[in-house]
């Protein structure tokens, strides 16, 4: 009986397997791009000491960053908790 189960779950347990590696994917192109954020504050913030750009430059260059990083946070955040919830309720039915 056993055989005959595996046999017919694969299927099932093929797409959750690509499902998870395309969630897994995902997260780290947004780590990823949150990390080229952070890089990109660090150097806006050595570019103000410096007296390379203004603080009016600095302040508008800075709330463009960080909204784009609270955006991914909320992104990655909000994706993750409805995936594992998705992923959760599939493996309950299988």
């Known amino acids: 009986m056993l055989i005959v189960d595996d046999i017919l779950l694969f299927p099932v347990r093929s797409i ?3 499902f998870r590696e395309v ?3 995902a997260q780290q ?3 990823t791009e949150a990390e080229l954020i952070k890089t990109e504050l ?3 913030y050595m570019m103000l000491e410096t007296g390379r750009i203004s603080e009016e430059e600095f302040e508008t260059r800075e709330k463009a960053l960080l909204d784009r990083l609270d955006r ?3 992104e ?3 994706a993750d908790e409805q995936d594992q919830g998705e992923i959760e309720e599939r493996e309950g039915d299988a």
């Open 29 to 31: 192109e947004l780590a």
């Open 76 to 78: 990655g955040l909000g």
């Open 72 to 74: 991914l946070e909320e």
């Open 16 to 18: 959750l397997w690509i």
């Open 42 to 44: 660090r150097e806006l």
């Open 23 to 25: 969630h897994d994917a």
